[in-house]
C-alpha cells in the first residue's frame, strides 16, 4: 500500500522528495486523497516553487496606495480600489483553443469577484507561432473565438490586449487574460475563513469530472509528442458565470459572507485550504454535500476538479439561509458543506468516513526551489550587430507597405470587434486608436489600461527585454494622460529545471523589479507559467506586463489619431541608429539579432512626466509612443486611425545622420509622435524644454498622403486610404 | 413618466440602459424582474441587450417565457410602449411582438463597432425627435442582427413604415458595404404596425453621452419621453 501510494504520488507530478517531505508532515502514509491534494496544492501553477522566493523583489508600494496581498492585488484612488490580475491559460490553449481561452476569461473574472470587485474591464495577450502555419491559424481563430464566446455572454468589455506571431510560441501558444474590477475600498472581501462554527458554502456550478489535474498536469509539465490532455481542459459556462457575479456581489452587500475565494486551479482544494490558513484556522467539509455532476465520484476528483464557475464563502452561522436564497434566486446551486474549526488542518469526509486531514498550513506552503542557473550560450551569437552590414533596400515606399500589412504590425480590427469592448459603457477611448480609457461613472477620474511584452527583446536579452516592456506599457498610458500606478505580470517560460531557462527567468524577474521600483509602481499581483516548451525548445521569454494608470480628468483623454489638418507633428525624445531585434529586421532579412534597443529609465520617466504634463493642460490633439515599426508606424496609425484617415507631411533631417532604415523603423526607446495645433506649439516646446526631452518638430498634418522626406528628398510618398485599407485588412486577409 | 428596464438572467446591458435613461435623460427608470408580473406602472418598458439564458438555445428563445413577458405582451396589445435592444429585439421577434427573424451575422463572427443608420420614419414614439433621413451614429454588439422575413412581409413592412433605421455609411447611402450583418433591406430597428413595439439592433444606451463618442442614442429615449408626454397632455 504505501509503495503504490508512492507511485500514485510521482504520476501527480509530485517529486520524490515532496513526497518524503508529504510523510514527514503527516506523520503517516498519505491516502489517496491526500496525495491528490498536495499534488494540486504543490504544483507550479498553485504554489509556484521555483518562482515564488523572488517575488520579495517586488516592490510592494508606490506612487499610489497599493494592495497587495493574498486577498486582492490593486491600488486605492479617491477611496475606489481598482483590482486588477493577469494569468495565463496557455497549456488548456493549445489542446483545446475555444474552451481554453474561454475559461482563461472566467477564471481571471472570478479572481477579480473573489475580491469583492465588480469585473469592469478584461484584456487578451496572445502569443501564436506563425501565421502560415495552419495550426497557428487554428488557434487564433479558437482563442478569440473563445474570449469572445465567454467575454461576450458574460458582459465584461474585452477592452485591449496585444497579439504576436513568432515560431517560438508553434508548439506552446500563449494566452495571458488580465481582469480588472473595482469596488469601494472598504467593500473588498478577505480571502479567508474565519470564526468557528461559521459555515463554509460552495455555490456556482455542480462539480463534475472536468479539469482534472489542470494545474499539474496540464500547466506544470512541458508538452510532449502525441499525448492526449484534452480531458484536463475545463469547459467554460459563461451564463451561469453572469449570475454568478450578479449573485456574488449581492450576496457581499448582505454583510453575512465574511470571507470569499474562487475555485480556481486546484478547485476546492486550494479555495478550502487557503481560506483556511489565511484565516489561521481549519475547516472541515463533507464532500457528500457538494453538488455534483455525476455519481460515485471519488473524493480525490471531487478535491481535484477544476469544474467551472464555482466560488466558496464563508458566511456567518447565522444567516446561512439569507445568502443561499440570493444565489437561488439567480438560479444557482448554494450548499452548506462545511464549517470554520480551530485547528489548524483541514478535514475531508466522504460516507462518514475521514479521507484526509491535513494541516493547512504545510498543505499551502509548498517547497521552495533555487535550480541552478546559466547563462545561454546563444547569446552572444545573437548580439553581435551583424544588422549593420546589412544593406538596406532602395524603396522605402515598398517596405511601408510591406510593414504596415504584416502579422505583427497590422490592425488588430479583426480580433478586437469580435469583443464587445463596449458593454457597461465605460470604454471612452476604444480599441484601435492608442491606449483603452475606461471612466469610472460618477467620477471625473478613469482608468488607462494596457499589456506589453516584446518576447524576441526578452530572447535576445531578458534583463533589458522585461525593462522595455515595463517603459513601454508606462509610455502608453503616460501618452494617453494616465499616470502609471500598478503592475500586474505573467511571466512565461520554460522549463525551470533546466538551467538556462530559469537564468532567464530570473534575469527577467530583476529587470522588472528594478524598473518597476524606478518608476514608483507596485507588482501588486501576478502568475508565473513555467513548462511553455514543446519538442521544439522552448517558447521565448515573455514576461507580459500589465499595467494600470489614473488619468485624473477623462475629458482630457486623447487618442493616437490626428484630428485637425495642418497641426505641427512633432517627436519627443532622441532617435538613435537602433535596429536590433526590431520588426523591420525580422520581417525584410529573417534576422533576428540584437541587442534590442536601449532604455535609459531617467529619460522614461521625464518623459512620461512631460506627456501627463502636456494632456492634462489639454495642449495635445493626439498621442502615441513609438514601438514596433518605429516612426514609419506611428506616423501611419496617427493616419489611419481616426473617423476619417488624413495625411502627414514629414521632414527628418531634424533627427540626425543615420541610417535611413533606422530612422523609419528603429526602435529606440523613450518616443512618442503627437500632434498639436499651431496655437500651442510654442507653449508645448518650452514645456518640452523644461523637462530636458527634446522635441523635434517634423511636419504638419493634412492631404490625403502620408509623405516622408529627408533633407528635401521623398523616402516615402503614399495615398493614406491605401495604407488604411492594407493596414485595416491584413490580418483578416492573411486568415 | 416611468420606464422599466427588464433583468432576465444573462441580461447584461440592463445596467447600462438603466444608467443612460436614469442618469443621462434623468427620467424615472425602475428595474423588472423577470420573475415578475408587475410591471410597477411603468409608461415604457425596455428589454435591454444581453444574453438571455446564456443565448444557448436560439438567441431569446427561453427568455419569452418568463413570467414578465405575459404582462409585457397584454401591455403592448394595449398600446404600451415597449423597445428591445439587441438582445431585447430577439426576445420580441420569439414573442411574437415584432415580425421577422434574426440570423448569424453574415460575416459568421461577433461584431461590435458604431455603425451609422438612417431614419426612415420619425413619426413614431421612438423617432419623434429625428429628421427624416437623419444619420445616426450608434453601436452595434452582437452575433445575430442578420434580419430576415419573406419578401411580402419585407414589402408590407416598407409599405407600412414599419422599417426605422436602416444601416447606411457617414453619407446617409444605404449600401452593400455599409451593412454590417447582412440584414435584408439593411433593416437595423423595426416596429410592429401599431407602432408601439419598436426592436433594434444597434445600442442607443451606449452612444448616450459625449464622452462615449455619441448622443445619438439619447436622443431615442428623449423621443419616447416627448411622445409620451405629448400623448398626456393631449389626453388631459
Known sequence: MPENNRKIALELGLQEEEYQKILTILGRTPTPTEIAMFSVEWSEHCGYPHSRKWFELFPREGNFAALVGEDAGGIVYQGTAIVFKMESHNHPSQVEPRQGAATGIGGIIRDILGSGARPIACLDSLHFGSLDDRRSRYLLKGVVDGIAFYGNCVGVPTVAGELCFHPSFQGNCLVNVMCLGVAPREALAPARAQGEGNLILYVGNKTGRDGIGGCSVLASQEFGEGEEKRPSVQIGDPFTEKCLIEATLEALESGYVLGIKDMGAAGLTCSSSEMAAS?????????????????????????????????????????????????????????????????????????????????????????????????????????????????????????????????????????????????????????????????????????????????????????????????????????????????????????PQKPDRYWQFVQAIKGLAEAARFFGLPVVSGNVSFYNESPQGAVHPTPTIGMVGIIEDVNRAISSSFTQEGSWVILLGDTKEELGGSEYLQLMFGLEVGPPPEVNLETERKLQNLLLDLVSRGLLLSSLDLSEGGLALALVEGCVTGEQAMGVKVELESLGSMREDALLFGESCGRALVSVSPACLAQVQSICEKYEIPARVLGKTGGDKLVVEKSSRVLISTKVDKIARLWTDALSSLL | MKFGVVVFPGSNCDHDCYYALSQVVGVETTLLWHQERDLKNCDAVVLPGGFSYGDYLRTGAIARFSPIMDSIRQFAQAGGLVLGICNGFQILLESGLLPGALLPNRSGHFICRFVYLRVENNRTPFTSLFQLGEVLKIPIAHNQGNFFASSTDIRSFLDNRQVVFRYCDSRGEVTEVSNPNGSLESIAGLTNCEGNVMGMMPHPERSAEEILGSTDGKKVFQSIVKWWEEKEIARK
Open chain 1, 279 to 495: 484565516g489561521e484556522c481549519g475547516v472541515e467539509i463533507d464532500l457528500n454535500r457538494v453538488p455534483v455532476r455525476e455519481e460515485n465520484m471519488e473524493a480525490w476528483e471531487i478535491m481535484m476538479s477544476e469544474s467551472q464557475e464555482r466560488m466558496l464563502l464563508c458566511v456567518d452561522k447565522e444567516h446561512e439561509q439569507q445568502v443561499i436564497d440570493i444565489f437561488h434566486k439567480w438560479g444557482l446551486e448554494a450548499a452548506t458543506i462545511g464549517r470554520v474549526i480551530t485547528q489548524d488542518k483541514v478535514v475531508i469526509k466522504q460516507r462518514g468516513e475521514v479521507v484526509a486531514q491535513i494541516p493547512a498550513q504545510a498543505l499551502t506552503q509548498p517547497p521552495v526551489y533555487d535550480p541552478p542557473q546559466i547563462k545561454p550560450a546563444y547569446l552572444d551569437e545573437v548580439n553581435d550587430a551583424r544588422w549593420r552590414k546589412i544593406f538596406p533596400p532602395s524603396d522605402w515606399g515598398e517596405v511601408l507597405t510591406k510593414m504596415v500589412s504584416s502579422p505583427n504590425l497590422s490592425s488588430r480590427r479583426w480580433v478586437y470587434e469580435q469583443y464587445d469592448h463596449m458593454v457597461q459603457t465605460n470604454t471612452v477611448v476604444l480599441p484601435g486608436s492608442g491606449t483603452v480609457i475606461l471612466r469610472i461613472k460618477d467620477e471625473k477620474w478613469g482608468i488607462g489600461v494596457t499589456s506589453d511584452c516584446n518576447p524576441v527583446y526578452c530572447y535576445l536579452d531578458p534583463y533589458r527585454g522585461t525593462q522595455i516592456a515595463v517603459a513601454e506599457a508606462a509610455r502608453n498610458l503616460a501618452s494617453v494622460g494616465a499616470r502609471p500606478a500598478g503592475i500586474t505580470d505573467c511571466l512565461n517560460f520554460g522549463n
